[in-house]
């Protein structure tokens, strides 16, 4: 059973850096070929790509937070990163891991928050 945890989410000042992590167990054997994404979710707004990363390097990012934002992973341990620098108010909101696996993976989501 695939699991998707999140961390290193808080209370930032604008203009502030955080570095999301997110871990998955259970998909050791095509970890390194899935797509990991960041997606996130603000209050009364829909879920939105933020950025994502194939298994060839390749990477996208919403124009929002290209410049800003960049997304990392390792193999090795099933992780995938955020850092997220230069942050905004609008950047406020729960922030969601995805893997693109066998099937689509899911974590509970991290609260961001940007505010002075």
């Known amino acids: 059973q695939v699991q998707v945890v999140e961390s290193g989410g808080g209370l930032v000042q604008p203009g502030g850096s955080l570095r999301l992590s997110c871990v998955a167990s259970?998909?050791?054997?095509?970890?390194?070929?899935?797509?990991v994404a960041w997606y996130r979710q603000a209050p009364g707004m829909e879920r939105e790509l933020v950025t994502r990363?194939?298994?060839?390097?390749?990477?996208r990012y919403d124009v929002s937070v290209k410049g800003r934002f960049t997304i990392s992973r390792d193999n090795i341990k099933n992780t995938v990163h955020l850092l997220m620098n230069s942050l905004k108010p609008e950047d406020t909101a729960i922030y969601y891991c995805?893997?693109?696996?066998?099937?689509?993976?899911w974590g509970q989501g991290t609260q961001v928050t940007v505010s002075s």
């Open positions: 995805n893997l693109q696996g066998p099937e689509h993976y």
């Open positions: 259970g998909a050791e054997r095509w970890f390194d070929v899935a797509t």
């Open positions: 990363l194939d298994d060839g390097g390749r990477t």
